[in-house]
């Protein structure tokens, strides 16, 4: 992929690890061009704005996703965190609970199951309240050295311009008015007496015209993480616990999801749902063979399962409205393999099932990477153009397109296709490894490529 080119391309390999059944999708100038070894002699072209495309394809745009730069902060190491991150948010975090202590409405001593003493601190805020704190705060923070010494490690200039500028206030205090400006936020703490936050809730009021629901709460308890949004008439929750144990070989996660009609009106209530999946992964890492056979080994392990759980609906659901669900177990091993050389290719080999009850569906897969791939264009003559009036020969294509693709995938010994194909001799020499050996720049089953 370059600036304005792009070009993937999707085959199957034989025995002899040829290609076969290749279709091709080619991005020249902004405008999209499909061929397929499974319809010889035609070419799609897909129109100029091709919106629905480009949401699948990464290219170049004016809106900066935050996606990237919330990826690097989570992904900031504990020590770094302690070290570095907690100091600079510290005067921030006692702004905050000064400004909290004047809402509290009540604090309660409890006795815990341990026998130890908490208290129970319970606030309400004027929402306007919390627009303006929020505002304040961020207003501080956005200059401060500290702060944006660190926001440099995690963001890149152009993202700060759009996300962290004191100039863009206003946008913040707009955004911030889809909670209900007339309603109060409600929050309960539990300290222990050692001063440790035990469970944390926060109930936040929405503008259900704007939002679509009237209230979002998050409860925080024991590392539970649970969020619920809420209207008259449906309930959707997530839950997220932390990990059981976070090593570089297992690990093991469990997640909730419940969605739940909850008006007494609707009669049909089989789409509710409220389910738990657990994760468990394992990872080996091992070498195998000698000398210029030895190749390092890397096996993914994952083993899942997901069933029925009420655990963390609403104590005013009825849990006669969640229908009963087949449970689903599923497991997946990713099987690594590359030689030492830096662009020697690196093959996966995968093995999935997934079982719910008497059903199995089972897949097994191989895949190698070519570095480097060349770039060879195919020839745009005629093209057919999708979205004008050429309804009929479109439908025509995709009819011949699935049955040629059916026949051809399914048959390792297809016969070469009529058209000329992209297999190793049209590779040039310089497109194999630095090593000599040329299975880098060989083909694969079912390979997707960029390339300039």
């Keep these: 992929m370059s600036g304005k080119d792009l070009h993937y391309y999707v085959f199957q390999a034989d025995e002899q690890d040829q290609q076969k059944a290749l279709s091709e999708l080619y991005r020249k ?131 700060k311009a759009l996300y962290v500028n004191e100039n863009l206030l206003y946008y913040y205090k707009e955004a911030l008015n889809s909670f209900d400006m007339d309603k109060k936020l409600t929050m309960n703490k539990r300290v222990s007496a050692m001063g440790e936050v035990l469970s944390f809730g926060i109930g936040l009021p929405l503008d259900e015209k704007s939002t679509g629901y009237n209230i979002l709460r998050i409860e925080s308890v024991s590392g539970l993480n649970v969020y619920t949004l809420q209207n008259q008439k449906e309930v959707i929750v997530f839950g997220l616990p932390d990990q059981k144990n976070e090593q570089d070989t297992t690990y093991e996660k469990s997640i909730w999801l419940a969605k739940v009609h909850t008006d007494p009106s609707q009669k049909d209530l089989e789409d509710n749902f409220s389910l738990r999946m657990d994760i468990k992964k394992s990872t080996s890492v091992y070498k195998k063979g000698e000398g210029d056979d030895e190749k390092n080994h890397e096996e993914d392990q994952y083993d899942i399962i997901l069933e029925k759980d009420l655990t963390y609906l609403p104590e005013d659901l009825n849990p006669e409205s969640i229908p009963e669900f087949v449970p689903v177990k599923a497991g997946i091993n990713l099987h690594y393999s590359s030689k030492y050389a830096q662009n020697v290719a690196t093959t996966l080999e995968v093995q999935a099932s997934i079982i719910q009850g008497e059903s199995t569906l089972a897949f097994t897969g191989k895949f190698k990477t070519a570095v480097p791939w060349i770039f060879m264009p195919f020839e745009i003559q005629d093209p057919i153009q999708v979205g004008t009036e050429k309804e009929k020969e479109i439908i025509t294509y995709l009819t011949d397109w699935v049955s040629n693709a059916a026949s051809m995938i399914s048959h390792n010994s297809v016969e070469e296709p009529m058209q000329e194909e992209k297999n190793t001799d049209d590779v040039p020499e310089d497109a194999q490894n630095e090593t000599g050996d040329s299975e880098s720049a060989e083909t694969a089953p079912l390979e997707v490529e960029e390339a300039e």
């Design 29 to 159: 100038d902004g405008i999209y061009y499909f061929r397929s070894d499974m319809v010889q002699g035609k070419i799609l072209e897909f129109p100029v704005k091709s919106a629905y495309i480009e949401q699948f394809i990464p290219s170049g745009t004016e809106n900066i996703s935050p996606a990237s730069f919330i990826s690097n902060i989570l992904s900031v190491s504990e020590q770094d965190r302690k070290e570095q991150w907690d100091p600079a948010f510290t005067r921030y975090q006692n702004e905050l609970e000064m400004w909290l202590a004047g809402f509290a409405v009540e604090a309660e001593t409890v006795k815990m199951e341990n026998g130890s003493s908490a208290l129970d601190f319970s606030y309400e805020i004027p929402m306007e309240e919390v627009n303006s704190q929020i505002v304040a705060l961020f207003a501080e923070f956005s200059t401060d050295p500290d702060v944006n010494a660190l926001l440099d490690t995690v963001m890149t200039q152009e993202e």
